[in-house]
């Protein structure tokens, strides 16, 4: 399938792993209440490379997503995106910055269908925004330009049957794709996908695995994947970055990762 060209794409300059990082973590610390839940991390990650985030619970996983999508405020240290201060920005700037992410939790809309659902994602695109171009009749060309944008998402993540179904017909599985192409329907630059083989069968995962490559080849964007399935992580990603209790274990190929001592004592012996 041929991505849609858009504004924003063709601006983008081609990703190269070994330029700048697109983005880099230097120094961060979060505290909550007096507790550090983020202790002096740092963390570069080259622009169209996928870079794993594991570790237990606690870990700050979490916590380290919400600083970069500017819902939690660290208490000192810096976050570069593409060579710029990322926490100079609002979190209702970041998809024009070309910056999506999903959550561990679905966070679809109960009654759209799968391809309004997809639709909703695709504001970032438009000069007069999704919402405005579906009630002003000056809008409608705007309209169908998003609304291909969506077919092209559900095509390239194999949504097509189910487009006109309501999301609460659909399995759980299905509901992880479609909330995937959301995210990338509006061709993000950076996408964070926050324990996105949650709640799935193993033979779910395996698919899961596949969807994702397939995003990165059409889009040839940069991703950052918490998961706590180690080894989904290991297949998927450049880089791996193992964190415990709000420090960072050791950043790493993903091979160097599973052998590194720490991160078999902290994940007491899993199969990482």
């Known amino acids: 399938m041929a991505a ?12 190269a792993r070994g330029d700048q ?28 490379s996928v870079c794993g985030l594991i570790g237990p619970n606690g870990a700050g996983k979490t916590t380290l997503f919400n ?8 208490k000192s240290g810096t976050i570069a995106y593409a060579g710029e201060s990322l926490l100079s920005h609002r979190a209702s700037d970041l998809a024009s910055l070309g910056i999506r992410r999903t959550f561990q939790n679905l966070a679809l809309f109960p009654s759209m269908d799968v391809r309004t659902n997809v ?10 925004g999704w919402a405005r171009a579906t009630v002003r009749l000056g809008m409608r060309a705007e309209e169908r330009r998003l609304a291909r944008a969506a077919d092209d998402a559900l095509e390239l993540l194999g949504l097509q049957l189910v487009a006109r179904h309501r999301v609460t017909e659909l399995p759980f599985g299905t509901l992880k794709r479609v909330e995937l192409a959301r995210a990338v329907v509006s061709r993000p630059r950076l996408l964070l996908l926050d324990e996105p083989a949650n709640g799935l069968r193993e033979s779910e995962v395996d698919e899961l695995a596949g969807v994702i490559n397939g995003i990165r080849s059409e889009f040839n964007l940069t991703m950052i994947v ?46 990482v």
Request: proline share 6%.
């Open 21 to 48: 990082p697109l983005v880099s973590i230097c120094d961060l610390n979060v505290d909550f209440a007096g507790v550090r839940a983020i202790s002096n991390l740092s963390l570069d990650i080259a622009e169209g």
């Open 67 to 74: 600083c970069i999508t500017r819902t939690v405020r660290p």
């Open 4 to 15: 849609q060209s858009t504004p924003a794409a063709e601006q983008r300059p081609a990703a």
């Open 226 to 271: 918490v998961e706590h399935h180690v080894g989904l992580v290991m297949r998927l990603s450049d880089s791996v970055a193992a964190m415990a209790s709000g420090s960072m274990i050791t950043h790493g190929d993903p091979e160097s990762v599973r052998k590194h001592p720490d991160v078999m004592r902290v994940f007491l012996g899993e199969a």
């Open 119 to 128: 639709m909703t994602g695709a504001h970032s695109q438009g000069r007069a």
